[in-house]
């Protein structure tokens, strides 16, 4: 993975920074059987079982490989269900890497958005961030309040290269508190921007977030799933911050803001977990009972004491710099890779995921017969990957018996912390030119079955 941003300055190729001791057999099938496997699972590939998939980038949550460290840890976890000894070194870990004096433990991100929603929305409020996620923007409507997006122009743009596409319109964020004053409960960041396509927040926009959200007493509260590559973004891009450490850098994120949620199953390195960090007291004891309610005790909160010590340890390698340049590496190396293979993506690839351009890709296939699965199909059958479809099947709807396609039809390949190696990756890439030779007989699908809701875990297709 070429960068000059190597361990070694003088060296193109980045390696993995670890070496391995535990090996997981890679599943390896051959195109006959991916095709009948594609078949049965009706074309969607969230119904193929895991053993029949060689490369799986449907998510990188909670699909990180953990450490040696790590796994030793969780061999001394304190399973006592209150005052663990693993809670003790989890809250010191969180503390460190925050700044913050209130942590909370929940068992995954959208634990720790429930209940912070549910302590602070109140129906009719309003809350902005550049853009919420999924989960946090559901989490919020379910308060009846409102999820406001305010991400800067530019991250709108799939081709333009700004190189903080996830900065928030400070311009728009003022007339937003000006306009709602008394109606905000609280002010949100994403980082890195997931729903964005994974971009980065500028350490000047965080602190410009800060002093808007501050001038109208609303408190800041980041979620900060990706906030180690985030920090190693600002480190590689952002003017003058080139000789900090990444612990500085992040040090600095967090004292811009009033508290944090988190989903550790991104860069806290672990398989499960999240949390609540706050600096002040106020919610505190109404959060703590909510955990109690329908969490777990407060000094475990969902999740075992081994999960715990895990997340601990987590935190801190996620901070480690070999680790973040080999990290951010690979979404580059493969976004460059698939390029010169002659396959468009997203503009600047993000910290954790490539998206392909799949309507540019395949103009022949048109959006009402999925271009975006089509090519999930074909990675699939090429590859042996898993990728997820960010298009027509996620986003389109019906409108009068009228088809309403999404605004974009992309694929998203995103990468596992710490599993795959760089030959994985150049072995996909050498796959490419042939999907790429052949991709004028690639065919579209039609949807035969449709799910009231959230259509794309369970829609089946056929072959057009
Ligand atoms: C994953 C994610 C969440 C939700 O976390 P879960 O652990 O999946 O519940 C919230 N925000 C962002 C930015 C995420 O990436």
């Not at 095709?35 to 980038?57: C, H, M, P």
């Not at 290269?161 to 996830?166: I, L, S, V």
């Not at 580059?332 to 698939?338: D, F, I, N, R, S």
């Not at 959230?454 to 089946?460: E, K």
């Amino acid at each position: 993975m070429s960068s000059e941003k190597s361990g070694s300055p003088k060296r193109k190729t980045i390696i993995e920074p670890f070496k391995i001791k535990m090996v997981e057999p890679l599943p390896m099938t051959t195109r006959e059987q991916r095709q009948e496997i594609l078949k049965a699972a009706g074309y969607n590939l969230f119904t193929v079982a895991a053993k029949n998939v060689t490369f799986d980038f449907l998510t990188d949550s909670g699909t990180t490989a953990m450490s040696a460290k790590q796994w030793a840890a969780m061999m001394v976890a304190d399973e006592s269900y209150a005052g663990s000894q693993s809670f003790e070194r989890f809250d010191k870990a969180v503390k460190n890497v925050t700044g913050y004096n209130f942590v909370i433990p929940t068992h995954q991100g959208r634990a720790a958005e429930r209940l912070l929603f549910s302590v602070l929305v109140k129906s009719g409020h309003k809350v902005p961030s550049n853009n919420h996620f999924d989960t946090t923007r559901a989490n919020i409507e379910f308060m009846n309040a409102e999820a406001a997006d305010l991400v800067i122009e530019e991250g709108k743009d799939p081709q333009n290269t700004h190189p903080f596409k996830g900065n928030i319109d400070l311009k728009k964020l003022e007339s937003f508190c000006r306009e709602y004053q008394g109606k905000i409960p609280c002010g949100m960041l994403t980082i890195t921007n997931n729903t964005g396509g994974g971009q980065p927040v500028s350490l000047e926009n965080i602190k410009g977030c800060s002093e808007i959200y501050h001038k109208y007493n609303i408190p800041f509260i980041i979620d900060v799933c990706r906030f180690a590559e985030n920090a190693f973004f600002i480190k590689d891009r952002e003017p003058g911050q080139k000789n900090r450490s990444i612990k500085d850098i992040v040090a600095e994120i967090f004292s811009y803001a009033d508290g944090c949620m988190m989903s550790a199953k991104k860069d806290g390195m672990v398989n499960i977990g999240g949390f609540i960090a706050l600096k002040e007291s106020k919610w505190v004891d109404q959060l703590r009972n909510m955990l109690i309610l329908t969490e777990g005790f407060p000094t475990y909160g969902g999740l075992a004491a081994r999960d715990l010590e895990a997340l601990a340890v987590g935190l801190e390698e996620a901070m480690d710099e070999n680790y973040l340049s080999y990290r951010i590496a690979v979404s580059k190396y493969m976004a460059q890779g698939l390029n010169k293979a002659g396959i468009p993506t997203l503009q600047p690839p993000g910290g954790h995921a490539v998206y392909i351009d799949a309507k540019a890709f395949l103009p022949h296939i048109p959006p009402e017969q999925f271009p975006g699965q089509a090519l999930v199909c074909e990675l699939y059958l090429s590859e042996g990957i898993r990728a997820c479809e960010i298009g027509s099947v996620m986003f389109g709807a019906k409108k009068d018996g009228k088809f309403i396609p999404s605004k974009m039809e992309l694929v998203r390949l995103a990468f596992p912390r710490r599993v795959y190696t760089q030959s994985h990756f150049d072995y996909i890439l050498e796959g490419m030119a042939d999907i790429v030779a052949r991709k004028n007989e690639l065919k579209g699908l039609k949807m035969t079955y449709e799910p009231p809701f959230l259509r794309h875990f369970t829609a089946r297709f056929e072959l057009l």
